[in-house]
Structure formats: C-alpha cells, structure tokens
C-alpha cells in the first residue's frame, strides 16, 4: 500500500509522499467486493461514508477514501465529467470569494501547483452541458481525507485523483448519493 503513495515526479511537479499516518487505512485505494445498479465505469460517490467508488467489472470497484462538503455545502446528484485538467488554475466562485478573504486575492485564478486547492488533477462535473462548479479534484491534505471539510467538492489524495483521472475519460457518469439526514 505505501508504494502506491510514495513521492513521484508528475509533469513539472515533485509530488511529496503522503504521511500514511496521517489517514485512516481504511480511506486508502483498493479493490473492493462492490454490487452496483450503475455500470462498469461510473463512478459513484458515497459521501455518507467518504467514499468514490469507480464501479469495474464481476462485483467490484475502486475504491478511494474522499472528503467532502462541510455541512451547508454538501451536493448530490448525477453528472458527466466534461472536462479534465492536470495541474488546473483555480478560480474561486463569487460566493466562495464573498466569504472568504483568500479567495478574494486569488479572484484572476491561482495558477497551478502544490499549493493550489485543486491540487493534481480536477476532473469538472456538468449536469445538462452547465458546470454545477463541483470538482473531483486533489489535495495535499491528507488529513482531510474521511472528514467534511470542503466547499461542497469532492477531495482526493493527490496521488488518488491522479490514478482517478487516468482510468476515466471526459463523460464518466458520476452519481453522487444523497445524505440521509434520519428525516422522514
């Protein structure tokens, strides 16, 4: 398992390797038994359990330890992956700009790095050919991992969303599950 999180050169980029201690086991890339209604290749996110699974073939799946939107910005539905980029410019929303001072300076877009949120890869979810402004995307943060602490996008190790974005092409299905609140 450590092997597959060590530091590696991507592009431009030395990607550190990622503190293991620092995430929980069970949040680290695997095989897993998985019985899906969706087909081979969807990708189905389990926010409840902070988990993206990318459904393969004879019951299995992928699966990817996520964090998720912090309460008030979490999201479900279904989408298709429009666009993909390795390294992207992050451009925060308004909204996110009107709450949030860091945000504000970075308005023109952050370029790409190791310090950008977007981290290593950004794969651009779009319901009915509109951006809904959620991304599957990286992070160096890998504390964050298991937890609910974005602004409503879906965040990977690095290393994780590097490997995602590798398997998938631009029009993956993602369905994202609804949180069950326990309201009926």
């Not at 590696?8 to 069970?26: I, N, Q, S």
């Not at 950008?116 to 992070?139: M, V």
């Not at 991992?145 to 690095?158: A, F, Q």
Request: with cysteine.
């Amino acid at each position: 398992m450590k092997a597959l999180y060590e530091g590696m050169k991507d592009g431009d980029w030395e990607l550190p390797a990622v503190d293991l201690t620092l995430v929980d086991p069970r949040y680290l890339r695997q095989k897993v038994t998985y019985s899906s209604p969706y087909p081979v290749g969807t990708i189905v996110v389990d926010t409840p359990q902070h988990f993206l699974y990318l459904v393969q073939e004879n019951e299995t799946a992928l699966r990817y330890g996520i964090g998720v939107g912090r309460e008030g910005f979490a999201w479900s539905g279904e989408a298709q992956i429009a666009r993909k980029a390795a390294w992207p410019f992050w451009y925060p929303p308004v909204e996110m700009q009107a709450r949030d001072e860091k945000a504000r300076r970075w308005a023109g877009g952050m370029p790409g790095g190791l310090d950008n949120p977007l981290g290593a890869r950004a794969l651009y979810l779009y319901q009915d050919g509109r951006d809904t402004l959620y991304r599957i995307h990286g992070t160096a943060e890998a504390r964050t991992i298991g937890r609910n602490v974005s602004s409503g996008c879906i965040r990977m190790i690095n290393h994780d969303v590097i490997d995602l974005s590798a398997r998938v092409p631009v029009g993956t299905n993602v369905v994202v599950l609804e949180v069950q609140t326990g309201e009926s």
